[in-house]
C-alpha cells in the first residue's frame, strides 16, 4: 500500500465516521447455534419487490455464518434497544441470553420481539469487496410492532434523534 | 400483484420509515448539464479499498445521468446542509443555482464545498431489482472539510441528533 493510498483510507475512515446511520441486528440460525451482529449498513432498496442492502466486512465469524444462511432476520433497532445492539457489535459478549428476549420465527429464524420491526430475509446478490461483501436481500415477511424513537450510530457512538423536525 | 404482496410492501415500508439515515447529495456532470439528487441509503462497504453504496429507484432523470455517468461526486451533508438538500430532494426544485454554491472538480464531477465530506466515486458494479438499482462504487478521491453536525432523515423528515450520547 502506498502512503497515498493509506491516507485515502483514512480520509475515507473520516468521512463516513462523521456520517450518520440507523442500526440493525442481523441474525440467523446455524448449525452451530444462533449467530447475529449490529450493523449500521442496512438500507432499503425497493418496495416492490420488497428488497434491502447492508454490508458485512469479513466473512468470518458471525458475518461468516449469515452469509452462509439460507435466510436471516433484520431487525431495525429503536433507541431503547441500544444495550443489545452495543453487545451484538463487541466479540466475546455474551449474546442470545434468555435476559435478552430472543424467540424463533416458525420458520427458524432468530426474531428478537423488542425491536420495532423485524424483516426475514434472504440474500439475492452478494458482490464482494476488499475483505467486505455488500448484500442484496429480498424480504419474504416483515413484522413490524411499534413506533420507537430510532437508534443512530455515529462517531462511534450509540445517539438518539433531536427532539424537533429541522426547519428546512 | 396479490393482496398479501401489498401488504408485505406496506409493511416493509413502515418498518423503514422509522429507519433512520444519514444524507448524501450525489452529482454528475452530463452532456447535458449537472445532475444531483439526494440520498439517504449511502454506506460505507469497505475501507481497503474504499468503497460505497448507495441506491436510486429510477434510472431515468437525475438517477439515470448518475448511473450513466463516468464518475460523480458523493457529498456526505451535515445539519447546515439541510436546504440543499431539501431542494434536491424535490423534483422541478432549482437546482444548481449560484446561491448554492457549487463549483466543479478539475476532473469535472459538481463540488459543493459547504458538505463537510465529498467523495469522488465510479460504479464498479450496479445490481437492478424492480425499479431501483443498487450501486457499489469505488472511491477515487476525498475531501473531508470540517466537522458540521450531521443530518438524518426519519419519517419523512430531516433531523438532528440529540446533543449527548446514550449510556449504553
Known sequence: MTDQTTALTDRFKTAFRQHPAGVALI??????????????????????????????????????????????????????NAPIAAVFSRSGSERFTPEQGWTTLP?????????PAALRCR??????????????????????????????YVDRAFRALAADPLEV
Open 27 to 80: 441474525a440467523a440460525s446455524t448449525s452451530e447455534g444462533p449467530v447475529g451482529l449490529t450493523a449500521s449498513s442496512v438500507a432499503s432498496v425497493s418496495a416492490d419487490p420488497p428488497a434491502l442492502s447492508f454490508s458485512v466486512t469479513r466473512a468470518t465469524g458471525s458475518a461468516g455464518g449469515i452469509l452462509g444462511a439460507d435466510t436471516f432476520t433484520v431487525h431495525l433497532l429503536s433507541e431503547q
Open 107 to 115: 420458520t427458524g429464524e432468530p426474531y428478537l420481539p423488542a425491536a
Open 123 to 152: 440474500a439475492l446478490t452478494t458482490v464482494p469487496i476488499g475483505a467486505s461483501s455488500l448484500v442484496l436481500a429480498e424480504v419474504l415477511d416483515v413484522v413490524v410492532d411499534n413506533h420507537d424513537t430510532p437508534l443512530i
